[in-house]
């Protein structure tokens, strides 16, 4: 049973490039977390989803960010023109549903440079 | 504004000793997790804590969630070099559908 899967796990963008970063939850999860992670700190919260449906983006910067959980696929965090300020490592999560004491499995994130 | 605050965020003591990591906010959490993350992987969950009062134990880190669930520490008792990493609390707070993180203790043990 495979856990969570995030690709690529390190992406490297020139600055006003596009990222786009892709979570695989776990089998019979259907709902996903997106977090950042800045150097020594804690993660942030950026969105909810799920299938099809955006549940709570109150995380996410009003430009250039975007994320999508298809019916199909897996679910894409976008980055468009990437500055350095972006670069952090992005996890996500899924849970089998939402609601009171929901247990998240993280996977491994991706590393995104934007040089 | 930090939802959730850790203390220490940083500790650093000899193997053999105790140390409790300390989890607190404002807020009150329908349940609240510890993680623990290695470094270049994702973070990995260690308990849930659900119920006011409620003590968890694994093996030598024993976990305990206030009364008013609001609170949260975790103890650590004869600490091992392989203890080592990143210690996250996350709760899931009431009316929220998410995880609020945390800043995270980063522990290190000494041989």
């Known amino acids: 049973n495979a856990g969570v899967m995030q690709n690529p796990r390190h992406l490297v963008r020139r600055r006003g490039q596009e990222a786009r970063l892709r979570c695989s939850p776990m089998k019979g999860h259907s709902h996903v977390y997106w977090y950042r992670q800045l150097p020594e700190e804690g993660l942030k919260f950026m969105v909810y989803l799920q299938k099809e449906n955006i549940i709570d983006e109150s995380g996410m910067p009003k430009e250039r960010f975007s994320a999508e959980f298809p019916k199909e696929g897996p679910s894409i965090l976008r980055i468009q023109q990437v500055v350095r300020g972006d670069s952090a490592a992005y996890f996500c999560?899924?849970?089998?549903?939402?609601?009171?004491?929901?247990?998240?499995?993280f996977g491994q994130g991706t590393r995104l440079t934007v040089v | 504004t930090q939802l959730l605050e850790q203390s220490p965020q940083f500790l650093s003591i000899q193997e053999g000793e105790n140390l409790t990591v300390y989890c607190n906010s404002s807020?009150?959490?329908?349940?609240l997790q510890w993680y623990r993350q290695e470094p270049g992987e994702g973070p990995v969950l260690l308990v849930t804590v659900v119920t006011g009062g409620e003590v968890k134990k694994l093996k030598r880190l024993t976990f305990q969630f206030g009364d008013a669930r609001k609170d949260s520490s975790l103890h650590i008792t004869a600490a091992q070099p392989g203890d080592t990493g990143l210690y996250l609390c996350a709760g899931d707070i009431q009316g929220a559908q998410k995880l609020v993180f945390g800043q995270g203790t980063r522990l290190t043990i000494n041989p």
């Open positions: 999560a899924s849970s089998p549903w939402r609601g009171l004491n929901t247990e998240a499995f």
């Open positions: 807020s009150v959490f329908s349940s």
